[in-house]
């Protein structure tokens, strides 16, 4: 974000998160929102990640147990459905992988620079014991 | 009167759309963050915030970034409760004297603070926003701590934890106070709901959340906020943490109405030893030797004698 | 729609009375306040106008000062007209939020009470609280008697609202001299005083719900300078412009002149004393009898607007003078007084080569009488005549004891 002069932004350091009016915010999704550059939705901190979560669609129920335990709001869910992981805001906390309940998880930690592809290729069979660490792949 | 927002199960809560953005600057896997998502998604209402200065505040206000799509403002410390009983005021003034802009839509006024604005440096000023009887809602985000100052103790911090002003060393066990009881003072307060919450226990939390936000006049939400920082645990265990905490019942979720009926609203089929919940944290780690593992049991008995009383004032209905 | 009561011509209240009839005419949204002598009667007469229907605005008994201000600053950026009064111990205790408001830029009117700050605990006036604010980013108006705490109030809602200027504001007056005196008033029928400030324009208002706002956010290293810059620049050139055009609006409304500098009889004035609150009046009487009686070319300048400081204003007043002293009504601890410092700083760099010295006087309520003043203009008489102190830099006067004096 580009640092301005003193004369160059609104008095009081007052921010808006929107372009324009908006009403009903509550009731309209993020990508049909008029966020202005103020609103953190435009920043990114996938620099935080040196993990990153991965998402298998086959193993996934939909319980939304990741959407709802995610500090980041970096799960997308879309009409109750688990359809992805938003890396702009994703911290790789891995809440989501602890919480999430399918044998094996549909969501697992890998290191950032893992790729997909491999990542889904690679992921683990379902366990017959309880499972009581993370399983991490490299 | 605005509609409650109908959340059957978790698959129609997810289709909620946040009102609190992401790329803030809270720890990766900090729980204040799941609980202000679950509080402002219970309803689709208009919403002005206030935050005072903490963790919350510190990490999504910050030039030139705001992380909140509703109205914010934090002024201060101490004084979050009264920025927007002050903004609550002006709501009435401005609706009495017919110069509100959007007339129809009434918005709820929710102040979030943290242990340390609530229970301590703040005290004062929400104990006179509840006597005034202003309509609002009061979330405290409590992990226990001042967190965002680096972890000092707070009058929430409880017997026995480690912290950088009460740390454990060779004389001394840490804090020695027991954890102030807010819930006690402000149904005292005669607000008419006050509620201790728990982000993992979602349901739980957004009924009662619901319920403050139907309520006419102040209501005070003590928020369990388990902290990955200071309480030393890893950033993924939050809600395994979280969940140690409600089923030993050291954060017992209950309810008091009208400061006079109590009812818990959590009973865990299994209740976890409190042993557990302590041994999970690197705050209680020092409680683990043989010169302070009676405090282990002075912990469990504690919490067996508040669980105790909770269920006696809730069948005894006073 | 609350009521409206008809005033006489001329009312008989103390400055008081003129202030809360001041904020009820202004029809402020929400009062927050806390009562602290002597400004309590303010938010008494306030209530009272409430209770009898007089008052549709929200009210608000907050558990302290620094609460009052809290709400006042969260009712400010909610959107609409918010006004307090206070005094002393509770304005030093809210002035944590006085830094708040002004950086937030929002418009809130302060009847401040001038009153002693303890320690020792005294409740009678000086200057010590109006002094405590001066870092604070509140404009400052001085009223010499219950008139002017009238008439600045209405002055100080219209600046302050002004969208332009964005500053909370704060109109002092002298503790019991002026706020438990009472003197005949000139009033404004309530409509005239409303008609004056005008509605209240939002601007960044929370309660407009489809702009959501984020207000008090932080500024670190890399952005705080800017927004602090921004905050002097709007004290230092749009405040005193807009008080000098609303000046000019109320002379035109009611016949009564403010000035940003209040001169008087500085014309041809070798000797000149500098005060704020009812000295001024007492000055001016005294200058009068100078010259009648020891042909001693007195004047008098009275400090009407003490924030933004008019400091070019100041050196223009001060420009002929020979000698001047200030006078101030608060301790400096180990200082000279806020107004020598804040005058020598004007006249240096200028031209102007007065003797300039500094009394200290008036604290926790002594008076300040006639024989004092005749006392200093005479001292200051022999400085213009050796063109150099023939006194010590700061003394004390009034005070019982030893004299006491430094440099």
Not at chain 2, 25 to 36: D, F, M, Q, R, W
Not at chain 2, 213 to 239: H, L, Q, R
Not at chain 2, 245 to 262: K, M, N, R, W
Not at chain 3, 51 to 57: C, I, L, S, T
Request: hydrophobic share 40%; proline share 4%; glycine share 8%.
């Amino acid at each position: 974000m580009e640092k301005k002069g003193w004369d160059e932004f609104e008095i009081g350091t007052i921010l808006r998160t929107f372009e324009g009016a908006v009403s009903d915010i509550a009731t309209t999704l993020p990508e049909n929102r008029p966020y202005s550059q103020s609103s953190s939705f435009t920043a990114s901190v996938a620099d935080w990640r040196i993990e990153k979560p991965l998402f298998n669609k086959d193993y996934c129920i939909d319980c939304q147990f990741c959407w709802i335990y995610c500090p980041d709001m970096s799960i997308i869910s879309r009409d109750k459905k688990m359809v992805g992981i938003d890396f702009d805001h994703c911290k790789g906390c891995g809440i989501c992988v602890q919480v999430c309940p399918t044998n094996p998880k549909s969501l697992l930690m890998f290191s950032e620079q893992k790729d997909e592809e491999a990542a889904l290729a690679e992921w683990p069979k379902k366990e017959k014991k309880d499972q009581s660490e993370e399983p991490k792949e490299d | 009167m605005s509609e409650i927002k109908k959340i059957k199960n978790l698959k129609e809560f997810s289709t909620s759309a946040d009102r609190f953005e992401g790329a803030n600057l809270l720890c990766p896997g900090c729980a204040h963050s799941i609980i202000v998502r679950e509080v402002l998604n219970a309803t689709n209402d208009d919403l002005i915030l206030a935050a005072s200065t903490g963790c919350l505040e510190v990490c999504t206000a910050v030039y030139p970034y705001t992380s909140w799509d509703a109205s914010w403002i934090h002024i201060g410390f101490e004084n979050g409760s009264s920025a927007v009983a002050g903004a609550e005021a002006m709501y009435k003034a401005l609706k009495t004297k017919g110069r509100l802009k959007q007339p129809d839509r009434v918005p709820k006024f929710v102040a979030f603070g943290g242990d340390g604005a609530t229970y301590d440096i703040g005290f004062q000023w929400i104990s006179g926003c509840f006597e005034r009887g202003h309509n609002m809602m009061y979330v405290c985000l409590d992990n226990e701590v001042y967190a965002n100052t680096g972890g000092q103790r707070s009058s929430s911090t409880p017997i026995g934890a480690s912290v950088t002003t009460t740390p454990a060393g060779r004389i001394s066990y840490g804090e020695k106070k027991n954890k102030k009881d807010m819930m006690a003072i402000m149904a005292a307060h005669g607000a008419p709901y006050v509620a201790q919450v728990a982000p993992n226990k979602w349901k739980d939390m957004v009924a009662k959340i619901q319920k403050g936000f139907a309520a006419e006049g102040p209501v005070y939400i003590n928020a369990m906020s388990a902290c990955t920082t200071e309480w030393k645990f890893a950033p993924e265990d939050t809600i395994h943490i979280s969940d140690l905490a409600t089923d030993s019942l050291v954060f017992p979720l209950y309810e008091i109405i009208d400061g006079t009926q109590l009812n818990i609203t959590y009973r865990p089929k299994n209740i976890v030893p409190v042993r557990d919940y302590l041994g999970a944290q690197g705050r209680f780690k020092h409680l683990f030797t043989k010169q302070n593992e009676y405090l282990i049991d002075e912990w469990q008995k504690r919490i067996d004698a508040k669980w105790d009383y909770l269920q006696r004032r809730e069948e005894a209905s006073v | 729609m609350a009521d409206t009561i008809e005033l006489r011509d001329i009312e008989v209240w103390d400055g008081n009375m003129a202030a809360s009839h001041a904020l009820r005419q202004v029809q402020v949204d929400v009062v927050a306040a806390y009562p602290i002598t002597p400004s309590t009667p303010i938010v008494e007469g306030y209530a009272g106008f409430k209770a009898n229907g007089y008052v549709d605005g929200e009210f608000v008994m907050t558990e302290s000062e620094h609460g009052a201000m809290s709400c006042c600053i969260g009712a400010a950026a909610a959107g609409g007209r918010v006004a307090t009064a206070t005094s002393s111990q509770g304005f030093a205790l809210m002035l944590e939020t006085l830094y708040s408001a002004s950086g937030m830029r929002l418009p809130i009117v302060l009847n401040l009470v001038n009153r002693a700050i303890g320690a020792p605990l005294n409740v009678n006036g000086d200057h010590s609280d109006m002094y405590m604010g001066r870092d604070s980013g509140w404009i400052q108006f001085g009223a010499y008697s219950p008139q002017e705490a009238y008439d600045l109030n209405f002055i100080a809602f219209k600046v302050s609202e002004d969208h332009d200027v964005r500053l909370p504001a704060i109109v002092n007056q002298d503790g019991f001299m002026t706020s438990h005196t009472a003197q005949g008033v000139h009033t404004l029928s309530d409509e005239a005083a409303y008609n004056f400030v005008g509605e209240y324009k939002p601007m960044n208002d929370m309660l407009d719900l489809d702009h959501p706002v984020t207000h008090g956010v932080q500024t670190e290293e890399d952005w705080h300078f800017e927004h602090k810059a921004r905050q002097q620049h709007a004290l230092m050139t749009a405040v005193i412009p807009k008080i000098q055009a609303a000046f000019d609006d109320f002379e035109k409304l009611t016949g009564r002149k403010y000035n940003i500098v209040e001169s008087y009889d500085m014309d041809d004035a070798e000797v000149a004393v500098i005060c704020m609150g009812t000295s001024v009046e007492t000055a001016r009487e005294v200058a009068l009898e100078m010259r009648a009686q020891h042909g001693i070319k007195a004047g008098v300048i009275g400090i009407r607007v003490f924030r933004p400081w008019p400091l070019e204003q100041i050196a223009a007043a001060l420009k002929n003078v020979k000698a001047v002293a200030t006078l101030d009504r608060s301790s400096p601890h180990g200082a000279m007084g806020a107004l020598f410092n804040e005058v020598s700083g004007s006249l240096f760099n200028t031209d102007t080569k007065a003797v300039l010295t500094n009394y200290i006087y008036g604290l926790g309520g002594r008076d300040l009488t006639k024989a004092h003043l005749v006392s200093i203009f005479t001292d200051l008489k022999a400085n213009a005549d050796a063109a150099k102190p023939t006194t010590p830099l700061q003394q004390y006067i009034g005070l019982r004891g030893p004299k006491l004096s430094f440099f």
